[in-house]
């Protein structure tokens, strides 16, 4: 039996102020020279689960270091993420889920069933997650590169190709 929290993207209360934002984060090269992205869409509740679920990850101190068993990291299904190659490949993906690490970072990971692939991204921090999505408008998708946060306006073309895709899966 599986125990992990899920996350929803994209549920809204009547309470919640700002609009969803579509966020890109790409994978860490494995092989190849196939880039990897995920999309996943968050909005205030979103955000506000991973407040919940950070705080579960108690921070590394001198009592955790002494235990012998330790949770350092929670791992959260993401049901509604969508990986994309930046090539045509054989792909099936599996088991989409974003992992919290005590020093307050995140990823996201999944498999490619296809290939036996593990992808996953780079770690980036949940502050800083947090502190752009409130800070950013609501039409700017962001991209996270490395540790690196940037926002991408509706017109750039990685953001409409994105856009695309999210109206293709719709029909």
Same mark, same amino acid.
């Not at 929290?5 to 969803?20: C, D, F, H, I």
């Given at each position: 039996?599986?125990?992990?929290?899920?996350?929803?993207?994209?549920?809204r209360t009547?309470?919640?102020?700002?609009?969803?934002?579509?966020?890109?984060?790409?994978a860490?090269?494995?092989?190849?020279?196939?880039?990897?992205?995920?999309?996943?869409?968050?909005d205030?509740?979103?955000?506000?689960?991973?407040?919940?679920l950070?705080?579960?990850v108690?921070?590394?101190?001198?009592?955790?270091?002494?235990?012998?068993?330790?949770?350092?990291?929670v791992r959260?299904?993401l &049901?509604?993420?969508?990986?994309? *190659?930046s090539?045509? /490949?054989? #792909?099936?993906?599996?088991?989409?889920?974003?992992?919290? !690490? $005590?020093?307050?970072?995140?990823?996201?990971?999944?498999?490619?069933r296809a290939?036996?692939?593990r992808?996953?991204?780079?770690?980036?921090s949940?502050?800083?997650?947090?502190?752009?999505?409130?800070?950013?408008?609501?039409?700017?998708?962001?991209?996270?590169?490395? &540790?690196?946060?940037?926002a991408? *306006?509706?017109?750039? /073309?990685? #953001?409409?190709?994105?856009?695309?895709?999210?109206?293709? !899966? $719709?029909?």
């Amino acid at each position: 039996m599986n125990t992990s929290p899920v996350l929803r993207a994209g549920s809204r209360t009547k309470n919640s102020v700002k609009s969803s934002r579509q966020v890109i984060m790409q994978a860490v090269p494995r092989t190849g020279d196939i880039a990897w992205y995920v999309e996943f869409t968050i909005d205030n509740d979103f955000v506000e689960r991973l407040r919940q679920l950070r705080s579960l990850v108690p921070s590394s101190s001198s009592m955790t270091k002494k235990r012998d068993l330790v949770i350092d990291k929670v791992r959260a299904r993401l &049901r509604d993420a969508r990986w994309q *190659p930046s090539k045509a /490949v054989e #792909a099936d993906i599996d088991g989409s889920c974003m992992v919290f !690490a $005590a020093d307050g970072t995140f990823s996201c990971a999944a498999k490619n069933r296809a290939t036996e692939e593990r992808l996953q991204t780079y770690y980036a921090s949940i502050e800083d997650l947090l502190v752009h999505h409130e800070s950013l408008p609501a039409s700017e998708t962001l991209l996270i590169r490395g &540790r690196t946060f940037s926002a991408l *306006p509706a017109d750039n /073309v990685f #953001a409409i190709g994105s856009k695309r895709r999210r109206e293709a !899966a $719709a029909n």
